[in-house]
């Protein structure tokens, strides 16, 4: 039986990119070799790369915007330190928004390379909200931000207007809701919550912010050298990106960001209704700042943790557990889980009421 999976990340990607992605690990469009055994400057590769690149800026709305789009390895936390090494200048600083785990690790990288200002953290309260009415030092390289946070259950809804580049890790939301993507100066976004298989690393830039530091950059993590070989300095991650490019072409089909937020918004409203309105449950995380990607919540009573755990498992609901940071449960609603798995959850919910 196909399982519902909830997982976190690597999670669940569309049906149709696991059939294509295998099909083409076989034979790559009718080539009569695999898509791993052939040049990633071989033709069929970079017409590969190419339509990734461009098929990213066009779903976010950045076409003729000055931004690039490239792929690297290392996954979201490279970035956490390339962002600084590209952005802060000598004896400049950086500003951060303490949100989680993840912006911790952003914060703790920036750290090497010079001050690194913490303008809010909502940490005292186990990162159940996320800070609002705080000040961003007008003189900082640029502010930090993580979209949404993964493993809290809570999400950005609005963000601040700078003018400074505002730099935001979307590793677990991208793709998702529809955004002025264009008041970003640099997005980035491990491959593996919304987009394709881990291994690759969207970056997506706006050109004019680079090359200001007047710092000497190590080639392989200087941003301004992988755009210039188009996101072919060296051999890019080839089979992530190429389940990164049906997964984009999956959702250009369906209607884009418009249409996936909408499926987004009918899942996450469809669980946290459940979540408030059964009396067994409770919601993790501060109502106004709840993640449509990732639901947390908690039993009120544990003892029916094990009848609840053992109801999921017959139901095929996957990679429901909570991070051990929270506890409890976590709902990862990516784009290509579908609305049935939430309403099999639901109905799960709601058996376990009547059960006790
Ligand atoms: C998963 C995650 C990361 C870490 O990604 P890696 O690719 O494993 O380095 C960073 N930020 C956020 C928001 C995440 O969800």
Redesign the pocket.
């Known amino acids: 039986m196909k399982k519902h999976n909830y997982s976190a990340?690597p999670c669940i990607l569309p049906q149709e990119v696991f059939e294509k992605s295998a099909q083409a690990i076989l034979n790559f469009n009718d080539s009569g070799l695999s898509l791993l055994e052939i040049s990633h400057r071989s033709k069929d590769f970079v017409a590969v790369m190419e339509e990734a690149r461009s098929l990213v800026i066009e779903l976010l709305g950045l076409e003729g915007k000055g931004y690039s789009a490239i792929f690297l390895g290392g996954?979201?936390?490279?970035e956490f330190l390339m962002v600084p090494y590209n952005l802060m200048k000598e004896g400049g600083k950086a500003a951060y928004l303490d949100t989680g785990t993840?912006a911790n690790?952003a914060i703790k990288e920036a750290k090497y390379f010079g001050e690194t200002v913490v303008v809010a953290s909502s940490k005292e309260e186990n990162y159940n909200y996320i800070p609002k009415g705080y000040t961003v030092p007008a003189d900082a390289d640029y502010f930090h931000c993580?979209s949404?946070?993964?493993i809290f259950g809570t999400q950005i809804k609005e963000f601040p207007t700078l003018d400074i580049p505002l730099v935001c890790?979307m590793?677990?939301d991208i793709f998702s809701r529809q955004m002025d993507f264009s008041k970003f100066d640099l997005i980035y976004a491990?491959a593996?919550?919304n987009m394709g298989p881990?291994g690759a690393?969207l970056v997506v830039i706006k050109d004019e912010i680079l090359g200001k530091t007047g710092r000497n950059i190590p080639s392989m993590l200087d941003y301004t050298k992988h755009i210039k070989a188009e996101s072919m300095y060296n051999t890019p991650p080839v089979f992530p990106i190429y389940a990164s490019l049906l997964t984009l072409k999956w959702l250009k089909k369906l209607g884009g960001i418009a249409a996936i937020e909408k499926i987004n918004d009918a899942k996450a409203t469809l669980l946290y209704t459940e979540i408030d309105r059964n009396p067994l449950f409770k919601g993790a995380a501060a109502v106004e700042d709840r993640s449509n990607m990732n639901a947390t919540f908690l039993l009120n009573d544990l003892q029916h943790t094990d009848t609840f755990n053992a109801m999921l498992k017959e139901a095929g609901i996957s990679g429901l557990p909570g991070h051990r940071s929270v506890g409890g449960f976590r709902a990862s609603m990516y784009n290509a889980l579908p609305l049935e798995s939430v309403q099999v959850l639901v109905d799960v919910m709601q058996a376990l009421e009547k059960a006790i």
């Open positions: 990340g996954g979201a936390s490279l993840w690790g993580t949404n946070n993964t890790d590793s677990s491990g593996q919550k881990a690393t």
